[in-house]
Antibody
């Protein structure tokens, strides 16, 4: 059974760094893209970017390029989304999703990130 | 970027109704159109891909149609578990983009 298991909720202060994770289970992790999607409180879905764990090829949405870093560790079948300096506007739910040929087919349960002073 | 416009943004319907949601792309997307359902506090669930193909396990009450730039999602015989927010997404080209969502509420 394919599963994407995300790390737990985080509460951070503005300016702090953060790295959240998404572990792929039940499939060959290195053969499928994993993307990240943001959902701000009460708002819609925004596609942030995607990585191919096999070779770490990464594409970002222009809206998020330079704001976050997407990476992956093949040895642990885990993808990551990280910030070097959080802002209050980064408060959101973040979902990872396994993609098959650019199509999201399986989703993680989400990680809630709260940034507040 | 390809812009995806959904309409309506919300609708009220009764149990047993049939509803149709529309999604329009700002340029042709070669039928690389997916639909997702999201319930409050839950992750999105994949319903349809390639504009009209049902994901495994999705009931046939859901159907998708369209080509080029104009697409629809129809839900037949609405049941209480179908009240949710629905999103379209184009996956023709990066960056992938979602529609703004359609909230289906109980009348």
């Amino acid at each position: 059974e394919v599963q994407l298991v995300q790390s737990g909720a985080e509460v951070k202060k503005p300016g702090e760094s953060l790295k959240i994770s998404c572990k792929g289970l039940g499939y060959k992790f290195t053969s499928y893209w994993i993307g990240w999607v943001r959902q701000m409180p009460g708002k819609g879905l925004e596609w942030m970017g995607i990585i191919y764990p096999g070779d770490s090829d990464t594409t970002y949405s222009p809206s998020f390029e330079g704001q976050v870093t997407i990476s992956a560790d093949k040895s642990t079948s885990t993808a990551f989304l990280q910030w070097s300096s959080l802002k209050a506007s980064d408060t959101a739910m973040y979902y990872c999703a396994k993609h098959s040929a650019r199509l999201p087919d399986y989703w993680g349960q989400g990680t809630l990130v709260t940034v507040s002073s | 970027d390809i812009q995806m416009t959904q309409s309506p943004s919300s609708l009220s319907a009764s149990v047993g109704d049939r509803v149709t949601i529309t999604c329009r792309a700002s340029q042709g997307i070669n039928n690389y159109l997916a639909w997702f359902q999201q319930k409050p506090g839950k992750a999105p669930k994949s319903l349809i891909y390639a504009a009209s193909s049902l994901q495994s396990g999705v009931p046939s009450k859901f159907s998708g149609r369209g080509s080029g730039t104009d697409f629809t999602l129809t839900i037949n015989s609405l049941q209480p578990e179908d009240f949710a927010t629905y999103y379209c997404q184009q996956y023709n080209s990066y960056p992938l983009t979602f529609g703004g969502g359609t909230k289906v509420e109980i009348k």
